[in-house]
Protein backbone atom coordinates (compact mmCIF):
# COMPACT_ATOMS: atom_id res chain seq x y z
CA UNK A 1 0.00 0.00 0.00
CA UNK A 2 2.47 2.13 0.66
CA UNK A 3 4.16 1.35 -2.35
CA UNK A 4 1.08 2.16 -4.22
CA UNK A 5 0.78 5.54 -2.32
CA UNK A 6 4.36 6.44 -3.16
CA UNK A 7 4.00 5.62 -6.67
CA UNK A 8 1.40 7.83 -7.41
CA UNK A 9 3.14 10.79 -5.08
CA UNK A 10 6.10 10.15 -7.58
CA UNK A 11 3.80 10.07 -10.94
CA UNK A 12 2.04 13.14 -10.07
CA UNK A 13 5.27 15.27 -8.65
CA UNK A 14 6.53 14.42 -11.83
CA UNK A 15 3.66 15.81 -14.01
CA UNK A 16 3.43 18.78 -12.53
CA UNK A 17 6.77 19.52 -12.93
CA UNK A 18 6.79 18.28 -16.66
CA UNK A 19 3.47 20.40 -16.50
CA UNK A 20 5.02 23.39 -15.37
CA UNK A 21 8.07 23.26 -17.23
CA UNK A 22 6.46 23.16 -20.55
CA UNK A 23 4.55 26.05 -19.51
CA UNK A 24 7.73 28.23 -18.83
CA UNK A 25 9.01 26.83 -22.13
CA UNK A 26 5.97 27.76 -24.06
CA UNK A 27 6.07 31.33 -22.12
CA UNK A 28 9.79 31.39 -22.88
CA UNK A 29 9.35 30.86 -26.77
CA UNK A 30 6.20 33.44 -26.92
CA UNK A 31 8.52 36.20 -25.18
CA UNK A 32 11.54 35.20 -27.55
CA UNK A 33 9.18 35.57 -30.74
CA UNK A 34 7.69 38.85 -29.47
CA UNK A 35 11.30 40.31 -29.71
CA UNK A 36 11.56 42.44 -32.90
CA UNK A 37 13.72 41.16 -35.55
CA UNK A 38 13.03 43.59 -38.15
CA UNK A 39 15.14 46.27 -39.34
CA UNK A 40 14.94 49.71 -39.05
CA UNK A 41 13.39 51.13 -42.56
CA UNK A 42 14.02 54.44 -43.63
CA UNK A 43 10.93 56.48 -44.10
CA UNK A 44 12.85 59.89 -45.56
CA UNK A 45 15.84 61.84 -46.07
CA UNK A 46 15.68 66.12 -46.43
CA UNK A 47 17.17 69.13 -46.05
CA UNK A 48 15.33 71.83 -44.99
CA UNK A 49 17.93 73.83 -44.04
CA UNK A 50 21.42 74.60 -46.31
CA UNK A 51 23.28 73.34 -43.20
CA UNK A 52 21.62 69.85 -41.86
CA UNK A 53 19.68 66.93 -43.17
CA UNK A 54 16.96 65.16 -41.31
CA UNK A 55 17.04 61.32 -41.55
CA UNK A 56 14.46 59.65 -40.24
CA UNK A 57 13.43 55.92 -39.94
CA UNK A 58 10.04 54.19 -38.91
CA UNK A 59 11.34 53.26 -35.04
CA UNK A 60 13.53 54.21 -32.75
CA UNK A 61 17.32 53.61 -33.20
CA UNK A 62 20.04 53.29 -30.63
CA UNK A 63 22.98 54.94 -29.59
CA UNK A 64 25.36 57.10 -31.82
CA UNK A 65 28.22 54.39 -31.14
CA UNK A 66 26.18 51.89 -33.33
CA UNK A 67 25.13 54.46 -36.08
CA UNK A 68 27.92 55.25 -38.98
CA UNK A 69 27.13 58.02 -41.58
CA UNK A 70 29.09 58.86 -44.97
CA UNK A 71 28.57 61.98 -46.54
CA UNK A 72 29.91 62.37 -50.47
CA UNK A 73 31.90 59.28 -49.84
CA UNK A 74 33.36 60.68 -46.49
CA UNK A 75 32.87 59.47 -42.51
CA UNK A 76 31.11 62.19 -40.61
CA UNK A 77 30.64 62.07 -36.73
CA UNK A 78 29.08 65.73 -36.38
CA UNK A 79 25.06 64.29 -36.00
CA UNK A 80 22.86 63.98 -32.91
CA UNK A 81 20.06 60.67 -32.71
CA UNK A 82 16.49 61.65 -31.12
CA UNK A 83 14.54 58.68 -31.10
CA UNK A 84 13.99 57.72 -35.14
CA UNK A 85 15.42 60.80 -36.38
CA UNK A 86 19.05 61.52 -37.24
CA UNK A 87 20.32 65.05 -37.79
CA UNK A 88 23.50 65.66 -39.43
CA UNK A 89 24.87 69.09 -39.28
CA UNK A 90 27.17 70.56 -41.50
CA UNK A 91 29.95 73.24 -41.39
CA UNK A 92 30.08 73.64 -44.96
CA UNK A 93 26.74 75.33 -46.72
CA UNK A 94 24.79 72.56 -48.72
CA UNK A 95 24.10 74.04 -52.60
CA UNK A 96 20.65 74.90 -52.72
CA UNK A 97 19.32 71.76 -55.51
CA UNK A 98 22.43 70.16 -55.59
CA UNK A 99 22.27 66.00 -55.55
CA UNK A 100 24.13 64.48 -52.45
CA UNK A 101 24.89 60.58 -51.91
CA UNK A 102 24.32 59.76 -48.44
CA UNK A 103 25.13 56.28 -46.99
CA UNK A 104 23.94 55.22 -43.59
CA UNK A 105 24.64 52.39 -41.07
CA UNK A 106 21.53 52.57 -38.63
CA UNK A 107 20.59 50.39 -35.74
CA UNK A 108 17.41 49.83 -33.45
CA UNK A 109 17.61 49.16 -29.70
CA UNK A 110 17.10 45.45 -30.25
CA UNK A 111 20.25 45.63 -32.12
CA UNK A 112 18.71 45.36 -35.71
CA UNK A 113 20.94 46.65 -38.34
CA UNK A 114 19.80 48.52 -41.69
CA UNK A 115 22.17 49.83 -44.52
CA UNK A 116 20.92 52.86 -46.77
CA UNK A 117 22.46 54.22 -49.72
CA UNK A 118 20.61 57.14 -51.18
CA UNK A 119 20.84 60.22 -52.47
CA UNK A 120 19.52 63.89 -50.66
CA UNK A 121 18.51 67.55 -52.42
CA UNK A 122 19.04 70.70 -50.89
CA UNK A 123 16.06 72.70 -50.20
CA UNK A 124 15.66 75.70 -51.89
CA UNK A 125 14.42 77.99 -50.03
CA UNK A 126 14.22 80.94 -52.22
CA UNK A 127 12.32 79.11 -55.12
CA UNK A 128 10.88 80.82 -57.74
CA UNK A 129 7.43 79.68 -58.34
CA UNK A 130 5.97 78.67 -62.30
CA UNK A 131 3.19 77.82 -64.31
CA UNK A 132 3.03 75.46 -67.36
CA UNK A 133 2.28 77.83 -70.01
CA UNK A 134 2.81 76.06 -73.20
CA UNK A 135 3.39 72.37 -74.23
CA UNK A 136 4.10 70.16 -77.52
CA UNK A 137 3.41 66.39 -77.13
CA UNK A 138 3.68 66.19 -81.03
CA UNK A 139 7.22 67.32 -82.08
CA UNK A 140 8.87 66.27 -85.27
CA UNK A 141 12.35 66.41 -86.07
CA UNK A 142 12.43 69.67 -86.56
CA UNK A 143 10.11 71.14 -83.89
CA UNK A 144 10.05 68.70 -80.96
CA UNK A 145 8.54 67.89 -78.26
CA UNK A 146 8.73 70.65 -75.31
CA UNK A 147 7.64 72.45 -72.30
CA UNK A 148 7.50 76.11 -71.55
CA UNK A 149 7.13 77.47 -67.94
CA UNK A 150 6.30 80.96 -66.94
CA UNK A 151 8.16 82.45 -64.12
CA UNK A 152 4.84 83.45 -61.80
CA UNK A 153 7.36 84.72 -58.60
CA UNK A 154 11.16 85.45 -58.99
CA UNK A 155 13.56 83.50 -57.02
CA UNK A 156 15.86 80.53 -58.31
CA UNK A 157 14.93 77.71 -60.08
CA UNK A 158 17.99 75.23 -58.09
CA UNK A 159 16.78 71.86 -58.00
CA UNK A 160 13.29 72.02 -59.75
CA UNK A 161 12.17 69.32 -61.73
CA UNK A 162 9.84 68.92 -65.04
CA UNK A 163 8.73 65.99 -65.64
CA UNK A 164 6.29 63.65 -67.12
CA UNK A 165 6.14 61.28 -63.57
CA UNK A 166 6.81 61.17 -60.19
CA UNK A 167 10.29 60.86 -58.94
CA UNK A 168 9.44 58.07 -58.54
CA UNK A 169 7.72 56.71 -61.99
CA UNK A 170 8.73 58.94 -64.84
CA UNK A 171 10.52 58.39 -68.57
CA UNK A 172 12.17 61.54 -68.96
CA UNK A 173 12.74 64.89 -66.66
CA UNK A 174 14.76 68.14 -66.35
CA UNK A 175 16.24 68.67 -62.71
CA UNK A 176 17.01 73.18 -63.24
CA UNK A 177 20.68 74.41 -61.51
CA UNK A 178 20.62 77.32 -59.38
CA UNK A 179 19.56 80.28 -61.93
CA UNK A 180 18.01 83.25 -60.82
CA UNK A 181 15.24 83.85 -62.86
CA UNK A 182 12.81 87.23 -62.74
CA UNK A 183 8.61 87.27 -62.78
CA UNK A 184 7.18 87.26 -66.24
CA UNK A 185 9.95 85.65 -67.92
CA UNK A 186 9.88 82.04 -70.22
CA UNK A 187 11.51 78.63 -69.87
CA UNK A 188 11.61 76.00 -72.20
CA UNK A 189 12.97 72.68 -71.77
CA UNK A 190 13.35 70.40 -74.51
CA UNK A 191 12.51 66.83 -74.28
CA UNK A 192 14.26 65.65 -77.30
CA UNK A 193 17.70 66.47 -78.97
CA UNK A 194 17.55 69.87 -80.60
CA UNK A 195 19.22 72.41 -82.21
CA UNK A 196 17.55 75.35 -81.01
CA UNK A 197 19.00 77.61 -78.99
CA UNK A 198 17.93 79.04 -75.17
CA UNK A 199 16.13 75.95 -74.32
CA UNK A 200 16.97 73.35 -71.36
CA UNK A 201 17.61 69.54 -72.90
CA UNK A 202 16.13 66.73 -70.59
CA UNK A 203 17.99 64.02 -69.30
CA UNK A 204 17.02 61.09 -71.59
CA UNK A 205 15.84 63.02 -74.18
CA UNK A 206 12.74 60.33 -74.41
CA UNK A 207 10.11 62.60 -75.55
CA UNK A 208 6.51 62.57 -74.13
CA UNK A 209 3.71 60.64 -74.59
CA UNK A 210 1.81 61.91 -77.62
CA UNK A 211 -1.92 61.30 -76.65
CA UNK A 212 -1.97 60.89 -73.27
CA UNK A 213 0.32 61.57 -69.78
CA UNK A 214 1.16 64.10 -67.48
CA UNK A 215 3.18 67.20 -66.74
CA UNK A 216 4.58 68.01 -63.08
CA UNK A 217 6.60 70.86 -61.94
CA UNK A 218 8.13 69.42 -58.72
CA UNK A 219 10.07 71.57 -55.69
CA UNK A 220 12.99 69.22 -55.84
CA UNK A 221 14.05 65.48 -57.21
CA UNK A 222 12.97 63.57 -54.04
CA UNK A 223 10.49 60.87 -53.72
CA UNK A 224 8.03 63.16 -51.56
CA UNK A 225 8.60 66.13 -53.53
CA UNK A 226 5.10 68.78 -53.86
CA UNK A 227 3.73 69.32 -57.26
CA UNK A 228 4.09 73.08 -58.14
CA UNK A 229 2.16 72.84 -60.83
CA UNK A 230 0.84 69.99 -63.43
CA UNK A 231 -1.18 69.49 -66.60
CA UNK A 232 -2.79 66.12 -67.62
CA UNK A 233 -3.97 65.38 -71.33
CA UNK A 234 -5.75 62.51 -73.21
CA UNK A 235 -6.93 62.30 -76.75
CA UNK A 236 -9.51 60.63 -74.54
CA UNK A 237 -9.97 57.72 -77.07
CA UNK A 238 -8.75 54.43 -75.89
CA UNK A 239 -10.50 51.85 -74.01
CA UNK A 240 -8.47 51.09 -71.35
CA UNK A 241 -7.52 52.74 -68.28
CA UNK A 242 -10.11 55.42 -68.06
CA UNK A 243 -9.23 56.34 -71.46
CA UNK A 244 -5.55 57.17 -70.94
CA UNK A 245 -4.33 53.69 -72.20
CA UNK A 246 -1.97 53.60 -70.10
CA UNK A 247 -1.77 52.36 -66.26
CA UNK A 248 1.16 54.56 -65.31
CA UNK A 249 -0.45 57.89 -66.54
CA UNK A 250 -3.89 57.10 -64.86
CA UNK A 251 -1.70 56.60 -61.66
CA UNK A 252 0.24 59.45 -62.01
CA UNK A 253 -3.37 61.33 -63.17
CA UNK A 254 -5.26 59.75 -60.04
CA UNK A 255 -2.87 60.92 -57.74
CA UNK A 256 -3.02 64.23 -58.97
CA UNK A 257 -6.16 64.71 -58.51
CA UNK A 258 -6.27 62.84 -54.84
CA UNK A 259 -4.48 65.77 -53.54
CA UNK A 260 -6.42 68.32 -55.05
CA UNK A 261 -4.16 69.31 -58.15
CA UNK A 262 -6.39 68.29 -60.49
CA UNK A 263 -10.30 68.00 -61.06
CA UNK A 264 -11.07 64.72 -60.32
CA UNK A 265 -14.42 62.86 -62.23
CA UNK A 266 -14.73 59.64 -63.44
CA UNK A 267 -13.28 58.56 -66.27
CA UNK A 268 -10.69 60.98 -65.71
CA UNK A 269 -9.08 61.44 -69.18
CA UNK A 270 -12.35 63.35 -69.54
CA UNK A 271 -10.94 65.63 -67.33
CA UNK A 272 -7.90 66.01 -68.94
CA UNK A 273 -7.05 68.57 -71.93
CA UNK A 274 -8.18 67.45 -74.82
CA UNK A 275 -5.14 66.50 -77.37
CA UNK A 276 -7.16 65.58 -80.80
CA UNK A 277 -6.69 68.53 -82.45
CA UNK A 278 -2.80 69.09 -81.57
CA UNK A 279 -0.19 69.16 -83.93
CA UNK A 280 3.76 69.78 -83.65
CA UNK A 281 2.83 73.58 -84.56
CA UNK A 282 -0.80 73.82 -83.36
CA UNK A 283 0.21 73.37 -79.43
CA UNK A 284 -1.41 73.77 -75.56
CA UNK A 285 -1.70 77.33 -74.23
CA UNK A 286 -2.66 78.22 -70.58
CA UNK A 287 -5.28 81.06 -71.02
CA UNK A 288 -4.58 84.48 -70.15
CA UNK A 289 -7.05 87.34 -68.84
CA UNK A 290 -6.58 90.38 -67.39
CA UNK A 291 -2.94 90.41 -66.80
CA UNK A 292 -2.62 86.97 -65.09
CA UNK A 293 -2.82 83.40 -66.32
CA UNK A 294 -4.93 81.33 -65.58
CA UNK A 295 -5.34 78.53 -62.91
CA UNK A 296 -8.22 76.95 -61.90
CA UNK A 297 -6.65 72.88 -61.78
CA UNK A 298 -8.65 72.11 -64.14
CA UNK A 299 -8.70 71.38 -68.43
CA UNK A 300 -10.71 75.11 -68.76
CA UNK A 301 -7.41 76.50 -68.34
CA UNK A 302 -5.78 74.99 -71.42
CA UNK A 303 -6.97 75.61 -75.37
CA UNK A 304 -5.40 74.42 -78.33
CA UNK A 305 -3.72 77.71 -80.85
CA UNK A 306 -4.01 78.13 -84.46
CA UNK A 307 -1.21 75.97 -86.70
CA UNK A 308 1.76 77.46 -86.45
CA UNK A 309 0.70 78.90 -83.47
CA UNK A 310 3.53 78.07 -81.35
CA UNK A 311 5.52 80.71 -79.50
CA UNK A 312 7.91 78.85 -77.30
CA UNK A 313 10.03 81.41 -75.14
CA UNK A 314 7.66 84.25 -75.83
CA UNK A 315 3.91 85.41 -74.83
CA UNK A 316 0.89 82.57 -75.92
CA UNK A 317 -0.84 83.41 -79.20
CA UNK A 318 -4.49 84.05 -78.09
CA UNK A 319 -5.81 82.39 -81.48
CA UNK A 320 -7.65 79.55 -80.53
CA UNK A 321 -8.24 76.67 -82.95
CA UNK A 322 -11.50 75.68 -83.91
CA UNK A 323 -12.43 72.65 -85.66
Known sequence: MKKMFYFFTIFYL???????????????????????????????????????VEIVFDEVLSSKENIKISFNNTDVDNFIIKNNKITYYRKDKLIPGEKYLIKIKAEDLNGNSTFINSYVYTKNNNRANLLISEVSTKGTSA?????????????????????????????????????YVNEGEFIVIAFKETQESDVFISENKNGLSSNNGCILILEDPSFNSPV?????????????????????????????????????????????????FETSTRTINRKFKNFYFIDTDSCEDFYTTVTRGDTFGYENNKEEYIN
Not at 171 to 176: A, E, G, Q, V
Not at 231 to 254: H, M, Q, R, W
Not at 257 to 262: D, E, K, M, Q, V
Open 228 to 276: IDCLIYSNKISPNCEGFASEDVLNTAKTLASIGLWENIFPLSQAAVDTT
Open 14 to 52: LLFFFTACDTKIIKSYNLLTSIDSTPPKLKYIESNSPYS
Open 143 to 179: NCDKVELVVTKSGSLAGIVVSDGFNDNYNDRYIFPDI
